[in-house]
């Protein structure tokens, strides 16, 4: 089956520093998803990417949908304490009976430092 | 954005006991849900995939007699685990989609269930 590898796995930052994580997968996805869970909740959806080489901002981050359909970056600039979770990267490849259906990377562990 | 509401957030119950989980579009239709399973620092899970008035689509290796799915309304979709035992204690979370955009809208996912098997 498809698979995510997101790297890095954990990470420990000091405030206002920038953060850079990424997914890649061996298959093409035809929409990125970058979503954030904080603990014990369900993830909340940060930014959509629809369209290869789409590059998109929501304030301090941003999310590139990579050109040959097969990775993803999300980027999160001058880190603040909330920033802290669990962040997820998953694709979705449209259409027949895949329809909907996300497939999630193993997430990385965002620890801000005051 | 839309709102999905999953109930109960916590439950404990006992060994060989069933529970019913609840997910709730609150402000939309939801043509599709989907259940999934988290253990602790791990990615989420898909368990299976509901279309209202349909069967349920079950993962590999996710046993549909022991996590029934019941989506009955564009609005509601259950999922219950029957016998539970120790090994069924995780996470639980639902997310919702509905008719649109590329490919259809978005999922958004309820706030999870902290079951718990004693």
């Known amino acids: 089956g498809q698979q995510l590898n997101q790297s890095p796995q954990s990470m420990f930052i000091q405030e206002g520093e920038d953060v850079s994580m990424n997914c890649t997968s061996s298959?093409?996805?035809?929409?990125w998803l970058w979503y954030k869970q904080d603990p014990g909740e369900g993830p909340v959806l940060l930014i959509a990417l629809y369209k290869a080489g789409e590059l998109t901002s929501n304030g301090r981050l941003t999310a590139q949908f990579g050109i040959t359909r097969k990775d993803s970056f999300l980027n999160i600039s001058a880190s603040i304490p909330s920033d802290v979770g669990i962040y997820f990267c998953?694709?979705?490849?449209?259409?027949?009976?895949?329809?909907?259906?996300?497939?999630f990377g193993q997430g990385t562990i965002l620890t801000v430092h005051p | 954005g839309a709102v999905v509401s999953q109930h109960p957030s916590r439950v404990i119950c006992k060994s060989g006991t069933s529970v019913k989980i609840e997910c709730r579009s609150l402000d939309f239709q939801a043509t599709t849900m989907f259940w999934y399973r988290q253990f602790p620092k791990q990615s989420l899970m898909l368990m299976a995939t509901?279309?209202?008035?349909?069967?349920?689509?079950?993962e590999q290796g996710v046993e549909k007699d022991k996590f029934l799915i019941n989506h009955a309304s564009l609005t509601l979709s259950t999922l219950t685990v029957t016998s539970a035992h120790p090994e069924d204690s995780s996470f639980y979370i639902c997310?919702?989609?509905?008719?649109?955009?590329?490919?259809?809208?978005?999922?958004?996912f309820g706030q999870g269930t902290r079951l718990t098997v004693v």
């Open positions: 998953a694709g979705r490849v449209s259409g027949g009976t895949s329809y909907g259906k996300l497939t």
């Open positions: 997310s919702a989609s509905g008719v649109g955009g590329a490919g259809g809208t978005e999922a958004f």
């Open positions: 298959s093409i996805f035809n929409t």
């Open positions: 509901s279309n209202e008035g349909s069967k349920a689509t079950y």
